[in-house]
């Protein structure tokens, strides 16, 4: 049983370069997320979504998109790159029932440097 | 909109005594509640969680209080040990705000020798 499964472990981009950070989960969650934690600021909400083809933005969406065209998949994509979004990226998915969420688990994360 | 904070970003506590960790919440509407340990390197960890309609869960070594009234939830650990070092969040979440699910920056628990 994988949970959540973060690809790539690590990454370096050049300034306006683009990438998709992928997160897959096998525990057929309804809702998945994609935070950002940084030194000091604990995890920031960037983009959740609460089922396949929705999506929603979190606290700090600036500079980021999302799909969720698979259940078991959310990607979060940087159009153009820049060096504020030097972090380190986590994905979480929660299951959904009776309004509450439940089972909400951690992938291992993506170390981003934007250089 | 949702804030989530600790009282103290560091803890050190010596090996074998109890820690208390303490969470405050400011969003009335929050009515789940996780605590997450996160060692170097690695995400986040569920450790236990607690729901609004109970003030006080219990898991292995580890017991969360809740206190609505004050919006205020305390993570205890007992018998402190030193794997038990590691940065410790709190979450919370609210059914009726969309389930987005929002953290505390962490308080960092040390276990002296």
């Known amino acids: 049983n994988a949970g959540v499964t973060q690809t790539p472990k690590f990454r370096v981009l050049k300034t306006g370069q683009s990438m998709t950070l992928l997160c897959a989960q096998d525990m057929n969650h309804e809702y998945m997320y994609w935070y950002r934690q940084d030194p000091g600021m604990g995890l920031r909400l960037i983009h959740y979504s609460v089922g396949e083809g929705t999506t929603a933005k979190g606290e700090v969406p600036d500079g980021y998109n999302v799909s969720r065209l698979k259940k078991q998949n959310f990607l979060l994509g940087l159009e153009s790159a820049a060096p504020s979004q030097t972090s380190v990226y986590f994905c979480?998915?929660?299951?959904?029932?009776?309004?509450?969420?439940?089972?909400?688990?951690f992938g291992s994360g993506t170390r981003l440097t934007v250089v | 909109g949702e804030s989530v904070g600790l009282h103290l970003p560091t803890l050190s506590v010596q090996e074998g005594d109890n820690s208390i960790i303490n969470c405050a919440y400011s969003?009335?509407?929050?009515?789940?509640f996780i605590w997450y340990k996160q060692e170097s390197g690695k995400g986040p960890q569920f450790i236990i969680d607690?729901?609004?309609?109970?003030d006080k869960r219990q898991g292995q070594r580890v017991t969360v209080l809740l206190n609505k009234t004050v919006k205020h939830l305390s993570l205890q650990i007992a018998a402190t040990q030193p794997g038990d070092s590691a940065v410790y969040f709190c979450a919370a979440d609210s059914r009726y705000n969309n389930n987005d699910m929002r953290f505390g920056a962490g308080t960092r628990l040390t276990v002296k020798p």
């Open positions: 607690i729901r609004s309609n109970m």
């Open positions: 979480a998915s929660a299951g959904f029932r009776d309004r509450y969420l439940y089972g909400y688990t």
């Open positions: 969003n009335s509407a929050s009515d789940y």
